[in-house]
């Protein structure tokens, strides 16, 4: 299957031109948003009756083409089919849509642009990344107006995607901030650069947007601040882009060259989260009770729900055999052990009292916020339903010491868990990951439980084990 790429050319257009395509723009955008307010009233995005309806009137108020006047019923059909409960609304420099009706090219220098005033020939330029790919454009393209003035033809071409590589090895990526990538190989690409370009961004949008705030409390207009926001705006979002274009390049020649996939985290969900600390704040701002606030209260409750039901069918797919990666625990094990946490306790704020303040209670706060997202008791609730459908046994062990507890020699200390994810027993040597060495711990209570034939879902065993197992495990 052709794979769709856009590339983006730049137009030159002398003085004239850019009156007209400028009026262009103004006229065709001015008939989209008139003509999207004209298809909510109706409630259709139907192409075929609005074409019907107001073709007519599109040639006559806006002076529009007979193809412009379709491509403007199909812009707008489109824009409204994303979301039938709002009015679309099309700023006058939105871009638009040039098909092979409304252009053409003359060679690979320049364009054939429909314009109000007729036919224009527009000279372009592009990079060698472009025009290596350019003689399959395919398709209609976007005529593009920036903010800085410049104008831009992204242009659609369709691409054979490459014969796929047999891989049996896989590079994994794990991705974050202090280092925006880090693979399987040990390889850290730092994010320093993106950072600090960040803060360099923020504080110098920040002075700008304090100094036009100034001027206007004096009663004058910062026409010339509000001028240099216009022209910063865009060059971080741009910078970050073309530090992930040159850092994923870089991925996928390494893993051309040593004939292996890809392995990324799903971080499907993260812009829920962010939605949520920002519909938070805006709920605080608002006043209880007001018009406002109960619907800043309902923004907040939707994507509380949202929240809840992708943490619900994750844990449904980790449970149950459906084709996910953590999966099939349910139908393929006949006994499940784990850990019988006091959640209540584990996640109780460490604020204190008066008399006696709590300390770090910021920290606590976010393990707590950690703690409960996880959905612990839910997962166990679903284990538990799902196992006696098959036949199987869900064993509830004490939590205490289970990723501080050696599985070889069964020393137990603190110093045993050097790090959150390493363990290394000071007594034997031995050295795993402390996740998997908690996973064998809470196995081996599990089998205790079992052999004492005690079934209590929390506290030590009051039973001693059978003598043949007391004998094995001291031998």
């Excluded at 896989?170 to 993106?194: P, Q």
């Excluded at 137990?412 to 996740?435: H, L, M, P, Y």
Aim: aromatic letters at 6%; hydrophobic letters at 35%.
């Amino acid at each position: 299957m052709p794979m769709k790429m856009t590339l983006q050319t730049r137009l030159l257009p002398a003085p004239d031109q850019v009156a007209a395509l400028e009026a262009t723009l103004r006229a065709f955008n001015a008939a989209a948003d008139w003509l999207a307010g004209e298809a909510f009233v109706r409630k259709t995005a139907n192409k075929v009756l609005l074409q019907r309806l107001y073709y007519r009137d599109l040639r006559d108020q806006f002076a529009l083409s007979a193809q412009m006047a379709v491509r403007c019923i199909a812009q707008t059909c489109e824009a409204y089919k994303r979301d039938k409960k709002k009015r679309p609304h099309f700023r006058p420099f939105a871009s638009m849509p040039y098909d092979l009706r409304l252009m053409s090219f003359k060679g690979l220098d320049r364009v054939s642009l429909l314009t109000l005033q007729g036919r224009i020939l527009v000279p372009f330029i592009m990079g060698t990344y472009q025009s290596e790919r350019f003689s399959a454009a395919k398709g209609q393209c976007d005529l593009v107006r920036r903010r800085d003035g410049q104008w831009f033809l992204l242009v659609t071409v369709d691409l054979p995607d490459g014969a796929k590589t047999p891989t049996t090895d896989f590079l994994g990526v794990d991705l974050g901030v202090a280092n925006v990538a880090t693979d399987s190989d040990g390889v850290k690409h730092s994010g320093d650069g993106v950072e600090t370009c960040r803060i360099r961004h923020h504080t110098r949008r920040q002075g700008l947007q304090k100094a036009a705030a100034g001027r206007k409390r004096r009663g004058r207009r910062p026409k010339a601040i509000r001028r240099k926001l216009r022209d910063l705006s865009g060059r971080e979002a741009r910078f970050r882009k073309d530090v992930n274009h040159t850092l994923s390049k870089t991925l996928v020649a390494k893993a051309q060259d040593t004939g292996r996939g890809l392995a990324l985290e799903d971080l499907k969900g993260i812009r829920d989260r962010t939605r949520f600390r920002k519909a938070q704040q805006s709920m605080s701002r608002k006043q209880k009770f007001s018009h406002n606030g109960k619907k800043a209260r309902a923004r907040v409750q939707c994507i509380h729900t949202r929240i809840g039901a992708t943490r619900c069918d994750f844990l449904h797919k980790t449970t149950t055999a459906t084709g996910h990666a953590a999966g099939h625990v349910s139908q393929n094990h006949a006994i499940v052990c784990v850990e019988d946490l006091p959640v209540r306790n584990m996640s109780q704020s460490a604020a204190g009292t008066t008399e006696k303040p709590g300390r770090t209670v910021r920290a606590k706060s976010g393990l707590n916020k950690s703690i409960l997202d996880q959905g612990g008791f839910e997962f166990r609730r679903q284990l538990d339903y799902k196992l006696a459908w098959n036949g199987g046994w869900l064993v509830a062990v004490p939590p205490q010491y289970t990723s501080r507890t050696c599985p070889c020699c069964g020393h137990i200390s603190a110093d045993n868990r050097k790090t959150q994810a390493r363990f290394a027993c000071v007594e034997c040597g031995f050295e795993d990951n402390a996740d998997l060495v908690a996973a064998i711990t809470i196995v081996e209570r599990g089998h205790r439980l079992l052999a004492c034939g005690e079934w209590a879902q929390s506290g030590r065993s009051v039973k001693q084990e059978p003598t043949e197992a007391t004998r094995a495990q001291a031998a």
